[in-house]
């Protein structure tokens, strides 16, 4: 929901102000209704219909939305694992180079992929995700200059397996941001609070003109569309909320790092 700062203002009390707009809106349309009632009993049929098919459409948006917001999500969470794995890929090409740059590079990748931790974890504190940004960026070309002077000194081919392996994890850093930086189109959540504002209103109108509020059931369907539009919101929104991307892959990663590589002697032949 890109409209709205939820950073400043909060997934829960989105929630509870969008309840009670919905409620708002809910009883407007009633009054409404009620107003109408005398001379328009007979359009209470006509309503019903426009109503349902409000309410259809309303639907359709809601589960577009939220196929929308998942796939944000799904899309942090591979980028998450892809570059995870890129970087204990990079980590075990530098163990395995016989240089002493090698080395230099595994100890920098320990010690970049708890940055990228930290860049997962990160809150909705833009000056701090941005400072994040640029540690990140001086350790890779800190990193990148030492496979540069390795791949100065031994043109082979495990030196270039090694640069490429440090590009993919430089990369899947690119693709992280951006995946982070994704959320839901600002046309689409408008058009999702303003078609549930409308249809939760042409309910309220049409119980009016029938003369019954069902007050509690009412509540209950209020309820449970604030409940879903404050889930796709949290859903869309990386940095705040209770759905976040976990950083456990990358701290299976770090586990991996423990104790380095052992070379193990030379069988004796059979």
Known sequence: MVFVDLSQVGLVLFGVVLFFALIGAFY???????????GAEQDTEGVGFVVTGMLGLLAFSLGLTLSMAQGR????RAASLQEANAIGTAWLRAQGIGHPRGEAIA??????????????RAGPDRAGVDAMNRRTNAMQNQIWGHVAAIVRERPDPVAAALQASLND??????AQRWAFAATLPQEMSLLLLGMSVL?????????????????????????????AITTIADLSTPRIGAVRVDTQVYEWTLQGFQGGITIPPTPAPR
């Open 28 to 38: 407007a349309g009633g009054t409404i209704g009620l107003w109408r009632r005398p």
């Open 107 to 120: 100890g920098l990748l320990e010690d970049y992929t708890r940055l990228r931790i930290e860049f997962v």
């Open 73 to 76: 999500f799904e899309a942090r």
């Open 169 to 174: 994890t430089f990369d899947m850093s690119t």
């Open 199 to 227: 249809t939760i209103g042409g309910i309220g109108y049409l119980f009016g003109l029938k003369g019954r509020r069902h007050p509690f059931a009412s509540l209950m369907l209020i309820a449970m569309w604030a409940a």
